[in-house]
């Protein structure tokens, strides 16, 4: 499978769906096909192609519901089935995380959101993340649903971090070729009462693993730039100042304005993302607003990333491939 537009526009014909581009460098919306019935082979081929090529894919006025959310979701690889939840999810579809009203991810560790994410070393990036980035073997892919939206307000962005790389000067793209960097989650946070199950189940575990700072991605082959606002913690080799100014320096550069796309959510939407090859950036505009934001995601099992020198991410802690 390649990102070549070709072999994209080719599928999509074939499958006999519409993939049009909505940005230069990231994702493209997907009409003429229903995601709630049984998907034919080449449609899944279609828009495994079009995830590949755009990294995000868009599809509106869908109305799936948790099962054809998951079956969908399965036509694609394995799900992640996440073994203690928050009071959040569903019961009876454990592959289902819900966010109502917005991301509590702050409150979720023990402090504010502000105060989280002022704790973060990199400021540039508050927020951007690819999710569960500190595991060893990070989701390959997110299939995020909205449900409720408000009014205005509440939008994602996704940037391509393969566009990212590539825009880089030769000599920087060959230092950070070499380089690795430890992902960190849970470090320093403090539990209190009233914490849910699976925030209890994340401050149990710090999870942490050393992953190349550059990733080749296993199906395209493309170099992916893999830093992550969220989890990122030093790179490798480097003292403290040299690896936050080189961080900072590498975050701005994967989420500049030409690299991104913006998605207005409507009821029904449904966004689709590499998560191997993007990073998101969760809306910051919606808690003090009156109008409920209710989403549910599923995610597909990932591999354990490997660098230009074909070396594999090594866990630190916390974490072990398939182990959820
Ligand atoms: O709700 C959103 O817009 C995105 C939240 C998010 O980061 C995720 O579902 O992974
Ligand atoms: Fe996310």
């Not at 460098?25 to 995830?51: C, F, K, M, N, P």
């Not at 019961?91 to 002022?118: K, V």
């Not at 408000?150 to 880089?168: E, F, I, K, M």
Request: proline letters at 7%; a neutral charge; glycine letters at 10%.
């Amino acid at each position: 499978m390649t990102t070549d537009s070709r072999t994209t526009d080719e599928a999509a014909r074939k499958a006999g769906v519409e993939v049009k581009p909505v940005a230069g460098y990231i994702g493209a919306e997907i009409s003429g096909v229903d995601l709630a019935a049984g998907l034919d082979d080449a449609v899944v081929a279609a828009i495994r192609a079009a995830v590949l090529r755009w990294k995000v894919v868009f599809f509106r006025g869908q109305r799936l519901d948790h099962a054809a959310h998951v079956a969908f979701a399965r036509r694609f690889g394995e799900t992640v089935v996440l073994p203690r939840r928050g009071k959040a999810s569903p019961p009876d579809f454990p592959e289902i995380e819900t966010t109502a009203d917005r991301l509590e991810l702050g409150g979720r560790f023990g402090m504010e959101h502000d105060e989280w994410l002022r704790r973060r070393r990199h400021t540039l990036l508050r927020g951007w993340h690819c999710d569960h980035g500190a595991r060893v073997d990070p989701p390959a892919a997110t299939i995020l649903r909205a449900e409720t939206v408000p009014p205005y307000g509440g939008d994602t962005t996704w940037s391509n971090l393969a566009a990212a790389y590539a825009g880089l000067s030769a000599p920087l793209r060959q230092f950070v070729d070499g380089l690795r960097a430890e992902h960190r989650l849970g470090v320093g946070y403090q539990p209190r009462p009233g914490d849910d199950a699976y925030v209890r189940h994340l401050l149990d575990r710090q999870v942490a693993t050393l992953h190349p700072l550059v990733r080749v991605h296993p199906e395209s082959g493309e170099r992916i730039l893999y830093v992550n606002g969220y989890y990122v913690e030093q790179i490798a080799g480097l003292s403290r100042p040299e690896s936050g100014a080189i961080l900072e320096m590498l975050l701005e550069q994967a989420v500049r304005p030409e690299y991104t796309v913006r998605f207005r959510w409507e009821p029904g939407s449904v966004a689709f993302w590499d998560n191997r090859a993007t990073m998101h950036l969760a809306p910051g505009d919606t808690a003090h607003l009156d109008h409920p934001r209710i989403m549910h995601r599923v995610m597909l099992a990932g591999d354990v990333p490997v660098g230009v020198d074909g070396t594999a991410s090594q866990p630190v802690t916390g974490t072990e491939p398939g182990r959820w």
